[in-house]
């Protein structure tokens, strides 16, 4: 006998739980395997701007593969947590800042280094270039348990900015100065006589207006994004004290269990756009100066001579920190001598 929809028996607890689970997985495999990237910064920085560039790349390229979903504002995690983030599976990929990184590759400090302080791009891409490079990076895939999907996205020098003028590196003692994070920017600050205070990027307006800081080190285009001469940032000194650069990292987990097609259409993709990067990097810097300098902020550039005294200044406190960095002193040397080979 054919039993009518109001004959038939209720599904027990059982039989509809185990439907549902069905039901769950087979939607979770349509919509391809998890890809979740975090950056940090704010929609109109260059970097979210680039990051979402790939994450609607590789959603194009890879269809229903991948169920790719790209937050940036710290929506998910501050750029300190991403990597704790991937290793407990709720997080796929992100671009910390260099900086986020040397606790735990402690080589990748060196680009902090009193070495690097005032020297042009050029000095950090030939490094980065070179076989030194390569084991950095080799060095950073370790420690983190992540993979470095291709070339480091460039920000930019950073420089130091104000509430009060500056016409020197003088100028920064007794300052109460923001940093991201990295013990080489608290000890260079610190050799100027500064504060170095370490606060999250989406707490630092708060704490500018509360007047716990006195300023901050960062680029021209983070500074302009967040339009933060209305809190009062008013004066800039231009020294370059360190080129920044974000790193790409993929969990292992999830590189690992990609196809080699997938994988390579990541590595493509994000290069893509990390080439794409240098030149947008160069032009948003010159664009957020010319900001700056339209809404007041008084730019101070400081000369060459100026320049070399700062850095002869931190040169003595660099032994001290590579030793307190963990930093191989045999790779200070190479870059040195790298560095000296390019004069």
Do not use: C
């Not at 027990?12 to 979770?28: G, M």
């Not at 930019?156 to 080489?184: C, N």
């Not at 300023?215 to 339009?227: K, M, P, R």
């Amino acid at each position: 006998m054919l039993l009518t929809r109001a004959d038939r028996p209720p599904l027990s607890r059982k039989a509809l739980t185990f439907l549902i689970a069905i039901v769950a997985a087979s939607s979770a495999a349509d919509a391809g395997t998890p890809f979740r990237i975090s950056t940090e910064n704010t929609p109109q920085h260059p970097q979210t701007v680039l990051v979402g560039r790939f994450a609607d790349t590789v959603k194009r390229r890879a269809g229903d593969r991948l169920d790719v979903r790209f937050s940036h504002s710290s929506a998910m995690f501050r750029d300190r947590d991403v990597v704790d983030a991937m290793r407990r599976g709720q997080l796929e990929m992100a671009v910390p800042g260099s900086w986020q990184l040397e606790r735990l590759a402690p080589d990748l400090g060196v680009f902090l280094l009193p070495i690097f302080y005032g020297r042009s791009a050029s000095a950090t891409h030939a490094i980065m270039a070179s076989e030194i490079g390569a084991e950095i990076s080799d060095q950073l895939s370790s420690a983190t348990d992540a993979h470095v999907l291709g070339s480091w996205l460039d920000l930019g020098h950073t420089h130091i900015y104000a509430r009060v003028p500056l016409a020197s590196h003088a100028s920064l003692r007794g300052l109460r100065l923001r940093v991201a994070g990295g013990e080489a920017n608290v000890a260079r600050l610190e050799a100027f006589g500064a504060r170095a205070v370490v606060i999250p990027w989406p707490d630092f307006p708060q704490a500018l207006a509360e007047g716990a800081v006195d300023g901050v080190l960062s680029s021209h285009v983070t500074i302009a994004s967040a339009e933060l001469w209305k809190q009062g940032l008013r004066f800039a000194y231009e020294d370059r004290q360190y080129f920044a650069q974000y790193v790409p990292l993929v969990a292992s987990r999830v590189w690992r269990s990609l196809p080699p097609d997938l994988q390579g259409l990541l590595a493509q993709s994000w290069n893509e756009i990390a080439a794409e990067g240098a030149a947008l990097a160069r032009r948003s810097q010159d664009e957020a100066r010319r900001v700056l300098v339209e809404a007041g902020v008084r730019i101070v550039e400081p000369r060459d001579k100026d320049i070399a005294e700062a850095r002869r200044i931190l040169m003595g406190v660099q032994p001290a920190l590579v030793a307190r960095l963990g930093v191989s002193p045999t790779l200070v040397e190479r870059i040195e001598d790298e560095l000296e080979s390019r004069r």
